[in-house]
């Protein structure tokens, strides 16, 4: 199934895409698919950990299938739930054109195939090769956390009314948390861990030009160059590339073709979401916006 044949030939490939992996990320990811372990990727917001998995599902021709966790989530959202209505359809169709069906009949008819509904993790245990993104997996509690180590530990599920469910290739997981809390232990040690921080200047120029083909060369340096400078401030939210992008975006929109301090001060909302953040930056912006 892998046929990606080393960390360069997965950058590229990646690239191939419009994502820009560096080496240490590139390698991590390919180690991920030669040794069938799972892929945990933190960092700051806006850094390319979401991007990365659809990159990969993108670069290696294979479904992304997506698990968007959150407070409260549980196993029925993640593997399947019953499609009650539809059985009561069932039912009472049953009921009102075979009066004699026994049961047992009836009630293994309910729990048929046909009203399954099939969650991500059980789509991505069917369904593979596939790539499984199960996205900030820090917003879902200890349980669920437990339930999903089992099934990347087994690559099986177990329906009580249809039997074990059993994945013929492993699907590529790729799991993204913002440290909002510290995922366990057990499941870091299943996974190959990966810190993504901010790009450097170069690449996150490159970031723009492959993301953004229409902006100037020169716009995307004085775009990237700031970005960084702002992070250096010690913000409330330091800009992640999805804001890097934005703003590039949105000069670009102006019609402008420099990034001047008029300019910048009319779009500092694409890169900056807190008053506090604004206002620190407004204060030094010839600086930060100096060649
Ligand atoms: N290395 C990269 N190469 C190309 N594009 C990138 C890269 N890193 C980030 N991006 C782009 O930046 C944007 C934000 O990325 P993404 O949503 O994946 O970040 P994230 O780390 O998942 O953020 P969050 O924690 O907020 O979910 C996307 O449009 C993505 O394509
Ligand atoms: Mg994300």
Same mark, same amino acid.
């Given at each position: 199934?892998?046929?990606?044949?080393?960390?360069?030939?997965?950058?590229?490939?990646?690239?191939?895409?419009?994502?820009?992996?560096?080496?240490?990320?590139?390698?991590?990811?390919?180690?991920?698919?030669?040794?069938?372990?799972?892929?945990?990727?933190?960092?700051?917001?806006?850094?390319?950990?979401?991007?990365?998995?659809?990159?990969?599902?993108?670069?290696?021709?294979?479904?992304?299938?997506?698990?968007?966790?959150?407070?409260?989530?549980?196993?029925?959202?993640?593997?399947?739930?019953?499609?009650?209505? /539809?059985?009561?359809?069932?039912? +009472? &169709?049953?009921?009102?054109?075979? $009066?004699?069906?026994?049961? %047992?009949? *009836?009630? =293994? #008819?309910?729990?048929?195939?046909?009203?399954?509904?099939?969650?991500?993790?059980?789509?991505?245990?069917?369904?593979?090769?596939?790539?499984?993104?199960?996205?900030?997996?820090?917003?879902?509690?200890?349980?669920?956390?437990?339930?999903?180590?089992?099934?990347?530990?087994?690559?099986?599920?177990?329906?009580?009314?249809?039997?074990?469910?059993?994945?013929?290739?492993?699907?590529?997981?790729?799991?993204?948390?913002?440290?909002?809390?510290?995922?366990?232990?057990?499941?870091?040690?299943?996974?190959?861990?990966?810190?993504?921080?901010?790009?450097?200047?170069? /690449?996150?120029?490159?970031?723009? +030009? &492959?993301?953004?083909?229409?902006? $100037?060369?020169?716009?995307? %340096?004085? *775009?990237? =160059? #700031?970005?960084?400078?702002?992070?250096?401030?010690?913000?409330?939210?330091?800009?992640?590339?999805?804001?890097?992008?934005?703003?590039?975006?949105?000069?670009?929109?102006?019609?402008?073709?420099?990034?001047?301090?008029?300019?910048?001060?009319?779009?500092?909302?694409?890169?900056?979401?807190?008053?506090?953040?604004?206002?620190?930056?407004?204060?030094?912006?010839?600086?930060?916006?100096?060649?």
């Amino acid at each position: 199934m892998n046929v990606v044949g080393s960390a360069a030939d997965l950058a590229a490939r990646l690239r191939g895409t419009g994502y820009l992996a560096d080496e240490g990320l590139a390698t991590v990811g390919y180690l991920a698919l030669a040794l069938d372990r799972p892929l945990l990727l933190e960092g700051e917001p806006g850094t390319g950990k979401t991007a990365l998995a659809l990159a990969i599902a993108e670069a290696l021709d294979l479904q992304l299938i997506r698990l968007q966790c959150y407070e409260g989530i549980d196993s029925t959202q993640a593997l399947y739930d019953w499609d009650f209505p /539809r059985q009561i359809l069932h039912l +009472r &169709t049953v009921e009102a054109t075979s $009066s004699g069906a026994e049961v %047992e009949e *009836v009630e =293994r #008819s309910l729990f048929d195939e046909r009203f399954l509904l099939a969650r991500p993790v059980l789509r991505a245990l069917r369904e593979s090769p596939a790539v499984l993104l199960v996205d900030e997996i820090d917003r879902a509690d200890d349980e669920f956390e437990a339930f999903l180590l089992e099934v990347l530990s087994t690559h099986e599920v177990t329906i009580p009314e249809l039997g074990t469910i059993r994945a013929e290739v492993p699907p590529i997981v790729v799991l993204t948390s913002n440290r909002t809390r510290e995922v366990h232990d057990a499941l870091k040690r299943r996974c190959l861990y990966h810190w993504i921080d901010h790009p450097g200047l170069e /690449r996150e120029v490159e970031i723009i +030009r &492959t993301r953004l083909p229409e902006v $100037s060369r020169r716009l995307a %340096e004085q *775009v990237a =160059r #700031s970005v960084q400078r702002m992070r250096e401030l010690d913000l409330l939210k330091p800009p992640g590339v999805a804001e890097t992008l934005d703003w590039a975006r949105a000069i670009d929109a102006l019609g402008t073709d420099a990034l001047d301090v008029q300019s910048a001060a009319a779009t500092l909302g694409a890169v900056l979401k807190y008053r506090e953040d604004s206002e620190r930056v407004r204060e030094s912006l010839d600086r930060l916006l100096a060649s």
